[in-house]
Protein backbone atom coordinates (compact mmCIF):
# COMPACT_ATOMS: atom_id res chain seq x y z
CA UNK A 1 0.00 0.00 0.00
CA UNK A 2 1.19 3.56 -0.95
CA UNK A 3 0.88 6.41 1.45
CA UNK A 4 1.26 10.15 0.85
CA UNK A 5 2.75 12.20 3.48
CA UNK A 6 2.40 15.64 4.61
CA UNK A 7 4.33 17.66 7.45
CA UNK A 8 3.99 21.50 7.15
CA UNK A 9 6.30 23.30 8.98
CA UNK A 10 7.27 27.19 9.63
CA UNK A 11 8.60 28.02 6.01
CA UNK A 12 8.34 24.68 4.60
CA UNK A 13 5.76 21.88 3.24
CA UNK A 14 7.93 18.09 3.43
CA UNK A 15 5.67 15.82 1.83
CA UNK A 16 6.71 11.71 1.45
CA UNK A 17 5.66 8.82 -0.58
CA UNK A 18 5.82 5.04 1.50
CA UNK A 19 5.50 1.79 -0.42
CA UNK A 20 4.61 -0.13 2.66
CA UNK A 21 7.69 0.62 4.37
CA UNK A 22 9.91 1.89 2.07
CA UNK A 23 10.08 5.79 1.31
CA UNK A 24 10.17 6.08 -2.40
CA UNK A 25 9.81 10.22 -2.68
CA UNK A 26 10.56 12.91 -0.23
CA UNK A 27 10.45 16.36 -1.46
CA UNK A 28 11.08 19.70 0.73
CA UNK A 29 8.96 22.53 -0.54
CA UNK A 30 10.38 25.83 0.69
CA UNK A 31 8.51 28.70 1.63
CA UNK A 32 9.78 32.13 1.63
CA UNK A 33 9.14 34.59 4.34
CA UNK A 34 7.22 37.04 1.47
CA UNK A 35 5.13 34.46 -0.11
CA UNK A 36 4.29 33.35 3.41
CA UNK A 37 3.30 37.12 4.84
CA UNK A 38 0.67 37.62 2.33
CA UNK A 39 -1.45 35.35 4.82
CA UNK A 40 -2.73 37.30 8.33
CA UNK A 41 -3.52 33.02 9.65
CA UNK A 42 -2.31 29.55 9.46
CA UNK A 43 -5.56 28.44 7.63
CA UNK A 44 -5.65 30.94 5.05
CA UNK A 45 -2.29 29.29 3.76
CA UNK A 46 -3.81 26.15 2.82
CA UNK A 47 -5.15 26.23 -0.64
CA UNK A 48 -1.71 27.77 -1.34
CA UNK A 49 0.15 25.19 0.48
CA UNK A 50 -2.18 22.55 -0.97
CA UNK A 51 -1.31 23.66 -4.85
CA UNK A 52 2.41 23.28 -4.05
CA UNK A 53 1.74 20.21 -2.85
CA UNK A 54 -0.11 19.03 -5.58
CA UNK A 55 2.55 20.39 -8.31
CA UNK A 56 5.53 18.21 -6.20
CA UNK A 57 3.20 15.19 -6.46
CA UNK A 58 2.85 15.55 -10.27
CA UNK A 59 6.11 16.34 -10.43
CA UNK A 60 7.19 13.14 -9.09
CA UNK A 61 5.20 11.13 -11.53
CA UNK A 62 2.33 10.58 -9.08
CA UNK A 63 -1.18 10.79 -9.14
CA UNK A 64 -3.17 11.25 -6.25
CA UNK A 65 -5.19 7.70 -7.39
CA UNK A 66 -1.72 6.67 -6.55
CA UNK A 67 -1.85 5.95 -3.21
CA UNK A 68 -4.19 4.32 -0.35
CA UNK A 69 -4.12 6.93 2.06
CA UNK A 70 -3.01 10.36 2.76
CA UNK A 71 -1.69 11.18 6.67
CA UNK A 72 -0.62 14.58 7.34
CA UNK A 73 1.18 15.41 10.80
CA UNK A 74 -1.30 16.63 13.65
CA UNK A 75 -0.84 20.30 15.08
CA UNK A 76 -2.90 21.71 18.22
CA UNK A 77 -5.94 20.29 18.67
CA UNK A 78 -8.11 19.37 21.51
CA UNK A 79 -6.51 16.41 24.23
CA UNK A 80 -6.54 13.30 22.40
CA UNK A 81 -4.85 9.65 23.39
CA UNK A 82 -2.32 8.70 21.48
CA UNK A 83 -2.30 6.94 17.73
CA UNK A 84 -3.80 7.05 14.45
CA UNK A 85 -6.70 9.42 13.90
CA UNK A 86 -9.22 9.23 10.92
CA UNK A 87 -9.32 13.46 9.62
CA UNK A 88 -13.25 14.60 10.67
CA UNK A 89 -15.35 17.41 10.08
CA UNK A 90 -14.74 18.20 13.76
CA UNK A 91 -10.78 18.18 13.06
CA UNK A 92 -11.83 20.59 9.95
CA UNK A 93 -13.46 23.30 12.15
CA UNK A 94 -10.53 23.05 14.99
CA UNK A 95 -8.43 24.15 12.56
CA UNK A 96 -10.15 26.97 10.67
CA UNK A 97 -11.28 28.35 14.03
CA UNK A 98 -8.26 27.44 15.76
CA UNK A 99 -9.48 27.37 19.10
CA UNK A 100 -6.19 25.69 20.67
CA UNK A 101 -3.71 27.74 19.00
CA UNK A 102 -2.35 28.58 15.40
CA UNK A 103 0.80 26.92 14.09
CA UNK A 104 1.43 25.07 10.52
CA UNK A 105 1.40 21.98 11.93
CA UNK A 106 -2.36 22.31 11.83
CA UNK A 107 -2.53 22.18 8.24
CA UNK A 108 -1.21 18.80 8.06
CA UNK A 109 -5.00 16.98 8.59
CA UNK A 110 -6.51 19.56 7.01
CA UNK A 111 -5.03 18.87 3.88
CA UNK A 112 -4.68 15.61 4.03
CA UNK A 113 -8.67 15.55 4.11
CA UNK A 114 -8.86 17.77 1.24
CA UNK A 115 -5.90 15.82 -1.11
CA UNK A 116 -7.78 12.53 0.05
CA UNK A 117 -11.25 13.42 -0.62
CA UNK A 118 -10.20 15.07 -4.02
CA UNK A 119 -10.00 10.73 -5.32
CA UNK A 120 -11.91 9.05 -2.39
CA UNK A 121 -9.11 7.87 -0.13
CA UNK A 122 -8.98 7.88 3.56
CA UNK A 123 -7.04 10.62 5.23
CA UNK A 124 -5.34 10.99 8.79
CA UNK A 125 -2.97 11.91 11.53
CA UNK A 126 -0.99 10.87 13.95
CA UNK A 127 0.15 11.40 17.74
CA UNK A 128 -0.42 15.38 17.67
CA UNK A 129 1.73 17.29 20.02
CA UNK A 130 -1.44 17.66 22.04
CA UNK A 131 -1.80 13.86 22.92
CA UNK A 132 -2.51 13.74 26.51
CA UNK A 133 -2.50 10.32 28.61
CA UNK A 134 -1.17 12.14 31.89
CA UNK A 135 -2.51 10.66 34.77
CA UNK A 136 -4.97 13.19 36.46
CA UNK A 137 -2.71 13.90 39.21
CA UNK A 138 -0.23 14.70 36.97
CA UNK A 139 -2.15 17.75 35.38
CA UNK A 140 -2.40 19.30 38.98
CA UNK A 141 -0.59 22.86 38.95
CA UNK A 142 0.42 24.75 42.19
CA UNK A 143 -2.99 26.73 41.93
CA UNK A 144 -6.19 26.01 41.33
CA UNK A 145 -7.35 27.73 38.28
CA UNK A 146 -4.22 26.28 35.87
CA UNK A 147 -4.02 22.54 34.78
CA UNK A 148 -1.08 21.83 33.30
CA UNK A 149 -1.32 20.92 29.89
CA UNK A 150 0.79 17.98 27.71
CA UNK A 151 2.17 19.66 24.72
CA UNK A 152 5.30 17.36 23.95
CA UNK A 153 6.86 16.12 20.92
CA UNK A 154 4.30 13.17 20.49
CA UNK A 155 4.96 11.31 17.55
CA UNK A 156 8.73 11.19 17.63
CA UNK A 157 8.54 10.19 21.21
CA UNK A 158 6.37 7.09 20.33
CA UNK A 159 8.08 6.41 17.56
CA UNK A 160 11.30 6.29 18.99
CA UNK A 161 9.82 4.61 22.58
CA UNK A 162 8.80 1.59 19.56
CA UNK A 163 12.12 1.51 18.66
CA UNK A 164 13.67 1.32 21.81
CA UNK A 165 11.24 -1.76 22.98
CA UNK A 166 12.46 -3.34 19.66
CA UNK A 167 15.78 -2.72 20.52
CA UNK A 168 15.74 -4.22 24.07
CA UNK A 169 13.77 -7.42 22.68
CA UNK A 170 10.07 -5.95 24.63
CA UNK A 171 7.12 -4.73 23.39
CA UNK A 172 6.58 -0.91 23.74
CA UNK A 173 3.90 -1.99 26.06
CA UNK A 174 5.61 -4.00 28.24
CA UNK A 175 8.20 -1.26 29.11
CA UNK A 176 8.81 1.74 31.31
CA UNK A 177 10.82 4.33 29.46
CA UNK A 178 11.88 8.32 29.86
CA UNK A 179 12.26 9.27 26.59
CA UNK A 180 14.25 12.37 25.84
CA UNK A 181 13.68 14.70 23.28
CA UNK A 182 17.14 16.90 22.59
CA UNK A 183 15.92 19.10 19.52
CA UNK A 184 15.52 22.82 19.26
CA UNK A 185 12.59 22.32 21.65
CA UNK A 186 13.05 19.67 24.65
CA UNK A 187 10.49 17.33 26.12
CA UNK A 188 11.38 14.93 28.93
CA UNK A 189 8.59 12.04 29.38
CA UNK A 190 7.72 9.08 30.89
CA UNK A 191 6.11 6.06 29.23
CA UNK A 192 4.28 3.55 31.39
CA UNK A 193 3.38 0.30 29.42
CA UNK A 194 2.60 2.57 26.28
CA UNK A 195 0.59 5.17 27.66
CA UNK A 196 2.87 8.81 28.63
CA UNK A 197 1.69 9.44 32.09
CA UNK A 198 3.78 12.19 32.79
CA UNK A 199 5.70 15.26 30.68
CA UNK A 200 7.30 18.42 30.77
CA UNK A 201 5.42 20.70 28.99
CA UNK A 202 7.58 21.53 25.81
CA UNK A 203 6.04 25.64 26.20
CA UNK A 204 6.74 26.45 29.99
CA UNK A 205 8.40 23.61 31.55
CA UNK A 206 11.07 21.84 32.45
CA UNK A 207 14.80 22.33 30.84
CA UNK A 208 15.50 25.31 28.45
CA UNK A 209 15.53 24.25 24.89
CA UNK A 210 18.05 26.48 22.40
CA UNK A 211 15.13 29.39 21.90
CA UNK A 212 12.67 28.38 24.99
CA UNK A 213 12.62 29.39 28.28
CA UNK A 214 10.82 25.98 29.99
CA UNK A 215 10.83 26.75 33.52
CA UNK A 216 11.55 30.37 34.98
CA UNK A 217 11.15 31.80 38.44
CA UNK A 218 8.04 32.98 38.87
CA UNK A 219 7.97 36.33 40.90
CA UNK A 220 10.97 36.93 37.89
CA UNK A 221 8.81 36.13 35.61
CA UNK A 222 5.69 38.50 36.80
CA UNK A 223 8.27 41.57 37.00
CA UNK A 224 9.43 40.97 33.33
CA UNK A 225 6.05 41.09 32.40
CA UNK A 226 4.87 44.06 33.91
CA UNK A 227 8.02 45.83 32.83
CA UNK A 228 6.63 47.63 30.15
CA UNK A 229 6.50 45.29 27.23
CA UNK A 230 3.68 43.62 25.69
CA UNK A 231 1.89 40.30 26.01
CA UNK A 232 3.43 39.80 22.37
CA UNK A 233 6.92 40.65 22.73
CA UNK A 234 6.95 38.90 26.38
CA UNK A 235 5.32 35.61 24.35
CA UNK A 236 7.99 35.97 21.28
CA UNK A 237 10.63 36.38 23.68
CA UNK A 238 10.20 33.57 25.80
CA UNK A 239 8.85 31.41 22.88
CA UNK A 240 12.14 32.47 20.34
CA UNK A 241 14.49 34.21 21.81
CA UNK A 242 15.16 32.51 25.81
CA UNK A 243 16.99 29.51 26.52
CA UNK A 244 20.15 28.75 25.26
CA UNK A 245 19.96 31.79 22.78
CA UNK A 246 19.60 34.00 25.71
CA UNK A 247 23.23 32.99 27.05
CA UNK A 248 25.18 32.10 23.82
CA UNK A 249 23.61 34.43 21.15
CA UNK A 250 22.93 31.06 18.70
CA UNK A 251 21.27 28.10 18.69
CA UNK A 252 23.06 26.10 16.77
CA UNK A 253 23.83 23.36 18.73
CA UNK A 254 27.03 22.49 16.63
CA UNK A 255 28.45 25.60 16.98
CA UNK A 256 27.36 25.64 20.30
CA UNK A 257 29.26 22.41 20.94
CA UNK A 258 32.41 23.41 18.95
CA UNK A 259 32.53 26.20 21.01
CA UNK A 260 32.72 23.98 24.48
CA UNK A 261 35.24 22.26 23.12
CA UNK A 262 37.53 25.31 22.15
CA UNK A 263 36.43 25.71 26.10
CA UNK A 264 34.72 29.55 25.45
CA UNK A 265 33.48 30.03 28.97
CA UNK A 266 30.32 31.43 28.07
CA UNK A 267 29.08 28.69 26.28
CA UNK A 268 30.76 26.00 28.57
CA UNK A 269 28.58 27.55 31.29
CA UNK A 270 25.51 28.03 29.53
CA UNK A 271 26.08 24.21 28.12
CA UNK A 272 26.95 22.37 31.45
CA UNK A 273 23.51 24.55 33.10
CA UNK A 274 21.46 22.79 29.91
CA UNK A 275 22.85 19.31 30.91
CA UNK A 276 22.32 20.17 34.74
CA UNK A 277 18.57 20.68 34.04
CA UNK A 278 17.92 17.78 31.63
CA UNK A 279 19.47 15.70 34.44
CA UNK A 280 16.78 16.88 36.95
CA UNK A 281 14.22 16.26 34.45
CA UNK A 282 14.98 12.69 33.28
CA UNK A 283 15.34 12.42 37.50
CA UNK A 284 11.36 13.58 38.48
CA UNK A 285 10.37 10.99 35.75
CA UNK A 286 12.42 8.07 36.97
CA UNK A 287 10.34 9.49 40.23
CA UNK A 288 7.18 8.98 38.07
CA UNK A 289 7.88 6.10 37.68
CA UNK A 290 8.94 4.61 41.16
CA UNK A 291 12.66 4.42 40.07
CA UNK A 292 11.52 1.12 38.04
CA UNK A 293 12.89 2.26 34.52
CA UNK A 294 13.69 -0.55 32.00
CA UNK A 295 15.87 2.66 29.98
CA UNK A 296 16.83 6.02 29.22
CA UNK A 297 16.58 6.79 25.61
CA UNK A 298 18.20 9.87 23.77
CA UNK A 299 16.43 11.12 20.46
CA UNK A 300 16.30 14.25 18.07
CA UNK A 301 18.82 16.40 16.12
CA UNK A 302 20.86 17.12 19.32
CA UNK A 303 21.20 13.27 20.60
CA UNK A 304 23.70 12.90 17.12
CA UNK A 305 26.04 14.81 19.94
CA UNK A 306 27.54 11.43 21.67
CA UNK A 307 29.70 13.70 24.29
CA UNK A 308 26.02 15.68 24.98
CA UNK A 309 24.46 12.64 25.65
CA UNK A 310 27.45 11.23 27.64
CA UNK A 311 27.46 14.26 30.35
CA UNK A 312 23.71 13.90 30.84
CA UNK A 313 24.65 10.51 31.44
CA UNK A 314 26.78 11.59 33.95
CA UNK A 315 24.33 12.08 36.19
CA UNK A 316 21.28 9.70 35.36
CA UNK A 317 23.02 6.26 34.29
CA UNK A 318 22.78 4.56 37.36
CA UNK A 319 19.27 4.83 37.29
CA UNK A 320 18.91 2.51 34.06
CA UNK A 321 20.25 1.66 31.16
CA UNK A 322 21.36 4.21 28.17
CA UNK A 323 19.83 4.15 24.49
CA UNK A 324 20.83 6.87 21.95
CA UNK A 325 18.54 7.15 18.84
CA UNK A 326 19.03 10.50 17.22
CA UNK A 327 17.53 12.08 14.77
CA UNK A 328 13.21 12.33 14.07
CA UNK A 329 11.84 10.42 11.58
CA UNK A 330 8.25 12.08 11.46
CA UNK A 331 7.76 11.25 8.07
CA UNK A 332 7.78 7.33 8.46
CA UNK A 333 5.96 7.17 11.94
CA UNK A 334 3.36 9.08 10.43
CA UNK A 335 3.59 6.45 7.53
CA UNK A 336 3.69 4.00 10.00
CA UNK A 337 0.62 5.04 11.94
CA UNK A 338 -1.61 5.18 8.89
CA UNK A 339 -0.41 1.61 7.31
CA UNK A 340 -1.33 0.20 11.07
CA UNK A 341 -4.91 1.17 10.19
CA UNK A 342 -4.38 0.26 6.58
CA UNK A 343 -3.56 -3.41 7.49
CA UNK A 344 -6.15 -3.56 10.35
CA UNK A 345 -3.49 -3.78 13.09
CA UNK A 346 -5.66 -0.73 14.76
CA UNK A 347 -8.63 1.01 14.13
CA UNK A 348 -8.62 4.65 13.67
CA UNK A 349 -9.59 6.70 16.63
CA UNK A 350 -12.68 9.49 16.71
CA UNK A 351 -11.65 12.72 17.15
Not at 276 to 285: E, N, P, T, V
Request: glycine letters at 10%; one cysteine or more; a negative charge.
Amino acid sequence: MKVLVINPGATSTKIAVFDEDKQVFKKGIDHSAQELDQFDRVIDQADYRQKAILDAVAESGYQLSDFDAVCGRGGLYRAIPSGTYAVSEAVMRDVEQAPYGEHPSNLGAYLAKKLGDMVGIPAFFVDPVCVDEMTEVAHVSGFREFRRQSLFHALNQKATARKAAEQMGKRYEDVKLIVCHLGGGVSVAAHDHGRVVDVFNVKDEGAMGLDRGGSLPVNALINYCYSGKSKEEVKRIFGRQSGMFSYVGTTDFREICAKVVEGDPKFVQAYEALVYQLAKDIGAMAAVLHFDVDAIVYTAGMAYEEFFCNDISKYVAKLAPIIRLPGEEEMRSLAEGALRVLHGEQEAGVY
